[in-house]
T-cell receptor, first 110, second 113 residues
């Protein structure tokens, strides 16, 4: 099976930086994805890592360490609209099905 | 360039009725995935289909649930004899090719009374 753990909730201040961690245990690892989901809406793709290291995309960055089974999503210059649930998902093997964590609910405050 | 489309967006059924959820993948995408999201829980994989084929249905309940992706038309997730525990958001995702990112539709929120 696969275990994916991420914090349930986080709170941060507008303009600040926040790091959302995700740890996983799986065999046949084939990539880790981060999605953003606003309440009542579809998950929106943010980033993808399959090799170790940092992937930067604007205000969002994602890091992966395969040996540690660890990833984080870094959000810079937080905006109120960043208040959402952030989903960590692991892909196993070649079928491309994703196993999701329960999500981290981020609240951005003034 | 329309994204993944799902309909209906909201569906209300009484216990024992059938629910049919539709998903039209993005243009050029031939791989479709269905996920279920229960309140306060993460997305759970249900089934993976390509045109006319079920590739992986390891996440589908053994009874009452079925899925298809015909040669023409949308993918259908069918739930027969719905029960209250089926109330959830059902999301469809599609991708074009192996190793591609999955893109999600807006979901169908099923409420069973």
């Amino acid at each position: 099976g696969q275990n994916i753990d991420q914090p349930t909730e986080m709170t941060a201040t507008e303009g600040a930086i926040v790091q959302i961690n995700c740890t996983y245990q799986t065999s046949g690892f084939n990539g880790l994805f981060w999605y953003q989901q606003h309440a009542g809406e579809a998950p929106t793709f943010l980033s993808y890592n399959v090799l170790d290291g940092l992937e930067e995309k604007g205000r969002f960055s994602s890091f992966l360490s395969r040996s540690k089974g660890y990833s984080y999503l870094l959000l810079k210059e937080l905006q109120m609209k960043d208040s959402a649930s952030y989903l960590c998902a692991v892909r196993k093997g070649g079928g491309n099905k994703l196993t999701f964590g329960t999500g981290t609910q981020l609240k951005v405050e003034l | 360039n329309a994204g993944v489309m799902q309909n209906p967006r909201h569906l209300v059924r009484r216990r024992g009725q059938e629910a049919r959820l539709r998903c039209s993948p993005m243009k050029g995408h031939s791989h479709v995935y269905w996920y279920r999201q229960l309140p306060e829980e993460g997305l759970k994989f249900m089934v993976y289909l390509q045109k006319e084929n079920i590739i992986d249905e390891s996440g589908m309940p053994k009874e009452r649930f079925s899925a298809e992706f015909p040669k023409e038309g949308p993918s259908i997730l069918r739930i027969q004899q719905v029960v209250r525990g089926d109330s959830a958001a059902y999301f469809c995702a599609s991708r074009r090719a192996p190793e591609d990112t999955q893109y999600f539709g807006p979901g169908t929120r099923l409420t069973v009374l």
